[in-house]
Structure formats: C-alpha cells, structure tokens
C-alpha cells in the first residue's frame, strides 16, 4: 500500500520568501515521488520526480525537492517566492509494485504569495 | 493538436441522466486514468486502463464505467447520476514506468 500526506492545506508566503511545502509519503516498496503543480481551472502539470537516481531533484521554475527515505518525506522548496508561483501543489507516489499501474497523491496544498 | 483533450468542459445534469465525458490523447500513450478531484480529497482514481480492452478499477469506481476500444480513447459514463458525482474530473494518460503522467483540462460536471 502507498500513501501521500502533505501537511498544511493552505501556506502563506510573501514575495521573495522562502517557499517550503510538505510532503510525507508512505510505501512497502521503493518509491517513485512527483510534484505536480495546478494552476486554476487547468489541469496539473509535472514540477519534478524523484526516480531513485539523485536523491535532491530539481525542477522547473526554480523549485526542488529532496528525498530524505529516512524521514520518508519528499518536501518541495523554492528559495524565493514569485507571485507566479500562487496555485496549489500535489505530492504523489507510485512504486514498482502493481507495475507502477497506480499513482496516489496527497490532498494539495494551496500556496498564496503575498505582495 | 497533439496533447490529451476533454469535452465537455463543463456540463449541467440532472439526477439520474446518464453522462459521459470523453478523453482524447494523440501520444498513443499505454496507460489512461481518470481521477476525480474534490475539495479535501485532492485527486482519486475512479479507473485505469492498461491498454486498449483493459480496465481496471482505481479507489472510486462505484457508479462509473468505462470502456476503451481504441488507444487514443478513454470515455468515462455514469450511467445514473447523482449528485455525489459532482465534481471536476481529469483524464491523464502516461506510457509504461514510473514517468510522468499527462492532464487534460479538466471537465466540471454538476449534478442538480
């Protein structure tokens, strides 16, 4: 079984501040993380994935994550803040078990950046 | 256009009419979801589709079906519907392995 929590369902960030969202996931088997980004009434978009290769990933629009198997999280951070960057971000899992044939993700986390 | 497109984007319903929301790709991607996404829940998966002729149930396919003849399409009908149903759903679709998996828009469906 896999499983995505991400803590805190709205986050409040000011221009130029430090943006970090969590995530924490839970998997039998290694797992294979994604941060998706929605933009609204869009639909999501790939940020980054971890797939066992380099354990910090970078993405696009300056954000990255780093997975930590020992903390079992993958948080997302963003050195500072664009207004661009208001929209609301999903975790996901999937692993090798069942053929990677599912993809679960957390509940979104809404970030609003302040002027 | 290349890409994975939905229609309707938007539709009114009422209790127990029959839906169905379409979902195109044009990458001749294996694998096709839908996922529903509501307020609290993030995205869950109704169902999935291997390759053509295969289905498969996600987390909530109680009142939904789908079919998938070809590989570029993935309708999703619910054949009575209530207003439960009301929601917003995604069609992805990806190739096999762990990559990245492609959305559509989005289709708003409500149910009166």
């Known amino acids: 079984a896999q499983s995505v929590t991400q803590l805190g369902s709205h986050v409040s960030v000011s221009e130029g501040a430090l943006v970090l969202l969590r995530c924490n996931y839970s998997s039998s088997v290694p797992p294979y993380l994604f941060w998706y980004v929605q933009y609204p009434n869009q639909g999501l978009q790939l940020l980054l994935k971890?797939?066992?290769?380099?354990?910090l990933v970078k993405g696009i629009n300056g954000f990255e994550a780093e997975f930590k198997k020992s903390e079992t999280s993958f948080h997302l951070t963003k050195p500072s803040a664009h207004m661009s960057d208001a929209a609301e971000y999903f975790c996901?899992?999937?692993?090798?078990?069942?053929?990677?044939?599912?993809?679960?993700f957390g509940t979104g986390t809404k970030l609003q950046v302040i002027p | 256009d290349a890409g994975i497109t939905q229609s309707p984007r938007y539709k009114i319903t009422e209790t127990g009419r029959q839906v169905t929301l379409m979902c195109h790709q044009t990458?001749?991607?294996?694998?096709m979801f839908w996922y529903r996404q509501d307020l609290g829940h993030g995205l869950r998966l109704i169902y999935y589709s291997a390759a053509a002729d295969i289905t498969d149930k996600g987390e909530v396919p109680d009142g939904y079906v789908v079919s998938r003849s070809k590989t570029e399409n993935f309708p999703l009908t619910l054949e009575s519907a209530t207003r439960s149903q009301t929601s917003v759903y995604f069609c992805?679709?990806?190739?096999?392995?762990?990559?990245?998996?492609?959305f559509g828009e989005g289709s708003r469906l409500t149910v009166l």
């Open positions: 992805a679709s990806r190739n096999r392995g762990p990559g990245e998996l492609f």
């Open positions: 996901a899992v999937t692993s090798n078990s069942g053929g990677y044939q599912k993809v679960t």
């Open positions: 971890y797939t066992s290769a380099a354990t």
């Open positions: 990458w001749s991607h294996s694998y």
